[in-house]
């Protein structure tokens, strides 16, 4: 039987799709779509911000939050509050499955930064 095995891309509006990506890129490591397709450990996705009046989406109320893995929760917070991005954290967003926090980009979507626990890596609990 036929499958999905992950996520292709993720497109979304942007009031300033080139400055946006340019963000994503500086601040997260993402590569723009036109620039080459972004690789992650799990396999190829495409990210790309697309216009703000794009009908490609549907309602031009719609939002959407992402959420990416790290690899390492507190140097990625230490490097985003440097670049004087704030940071949020809740104790109840850390957990079993590992620990959460969340940013906004320049246009105000939300981002989560979820660096897995072992466990939730498919790792054992000690």
């Known amino acids: 039987m036929a ?31 036109n620039k080459a397709v972004w690789s992650q450990d799990a396999g190829p996705t495409i990210f790309g911000p697309f216009a703000a009046t794009t009908a490609y989406f549907g309602r031009p109320d719609q939002q959407w939050m992402v959420n990416f893995r790290v690899d390492d929760l507190d140097a ?38 979820w660096e897995p626990s072992p466990m939730a890596s498919g790792g054992q609990a000690t």
């Open 3 to 33: 499958r999905v095995t992950g996520i292709g891309g993720l497109f979304f509006r942007g009031r300033d799709p080139q400055a946006l990506s340019a963000w994503y890129e500086l601040h997260l490591g993402i590569a723009d779509m």
């Open 76 to 113: 990625m917070m230490a490097s985003l509050r440097a670049a004087g991005i704030a940071v949020e954290t809740r104790p109840e967003w850390d957990s079993e499955v590992g620990r959460i926090c969340r940013i906004h980009d320049p246009e105000g979507n939300p981002i989560e930064l």
